[in-house]
């Protein structure tokens, strides 16, 4: 779940739930204690408690129609924990980093404008009328408390923006060029019969394949015998990090879920526009692959763009480990446990913006 979603949860929705149980006297304990620049600074309880609620409330009204009432008890992963315990787990990575964001914005000349501090407070006093005091007890809110999430978010938001801002982009031609290829393959495992049920091939099966197989390899109309063979032919895009991962892999998923060998992704990258492989075989099946273009321009454009996002992403989380190699964070996890997504909330939609404004 977005930090930022959890923000916005305080500017476009109103909370009714029962009360959780709680005490007021433990809400200014460390929950995480840091060690950062020379001094000694935390995490409060309170704080982490509030974030806590806030990002429960946004999964249920999220994904309880998904998973059910008891969603916080599965084990969505199926790493063995709770979904209670693996959306606690990300919240304290969460709350670390935002720290570090936070306590380093002074390095990108990052503060609020008058413009922010407003709409902060004027979305914390939203947030605090219209829930009821039974909600705001059960999930540990203040005005306080909801400013102080807000600057934080609104905060280490612009400072990741202007971290990333300083990476470079460039993505070539050729690390943005995607192939586009139509495919057909001829399954040797299974079959459906005429009663719908999956059944085996038998190896008359298997030789009348190899031979359609041929057939579509050797034909000059690739679209036209597809037709006249009354097969499926599926569509490929792959570029040069593809191959790369296909042949690390042995294999490739393309964007449908089929796992493809890598010998098909190599004979394919060796076609100009208009040629088609010969048959290749690996333990499902045939496959044979026909080359549309060698730049398809709309994948290659969203190849692109994703790969500078990637680039983006990858400078961050370098400089976000460079930070945070300067601090240490040491979870109270005695404290921790005791936040539990027990109570339910429910959600009414506002009206108001659901930006905190970056």
Known sequence: MNKSKAAALILCLACSAPVLSGCAATDNMALIKVAAKGKNDKITYGYAKFDAH??????????????????????????????????????????????????????????????????????????????????????????????????????????????????????????????????????????????????????????????????????????????TLGLTANDLTFGATELKDARKNKSYTDSSGNSLPYDLLKACDALSDGQTTSVIKDNKGFYVAHMVSVSDSESTETERKKLEQQKKSDYYDKVLKKYESKISFDVNKFLWKQVRFLDKFKLKQTSTNKKSGN
């Open 54 to 227: 806030l990002t429960q409330a946004m999964y249920e009204t999220t994904y309880s129609s998904y998973f059910g009432d008891d969603m916080w008890s599965k084990d969505i992963s199926g790493d063995g924990s709770t979904m209670e315990d693996t959306v606690k787990k990300n919240l304290i990575k969460s709350m670390e980093e935002q720290y570090v964001l936070v306590n380093n914005a002074e390095d990108y000349k990052i503060k609020l404008s008058s413009a922010d501090k407003k709409k902060i407070s004027k979305a914390a006093k939203k947030f605090m009328k219209n829930n009821s005091k039974s909600t705001l007890n059960a999930i540990g809110a203040s005005q306080e408390l909801a400013e102080e999430y807000l600057r934080n978010q609104t905060i280490s938001d612009k400072v990741k923006t202007a971290i990333e801002a300083e990476a470079d982009t460039t993505v070539t031609d050729e690390e943005a060029n995607q192939k586009k290829v139509s495919y057909v393959f001829f399954n040797t495992i299974t079959k459906t019969d005429s009663s719908g049920k999956s059944v085996a091939v038998t190896s008359d099966d298997e030789a009348r394949l190899k031979e359609q197989a041929e057939e579509l390899a050797a034909a000059g109309d690739f679209d036209s015998e597809v037709s």
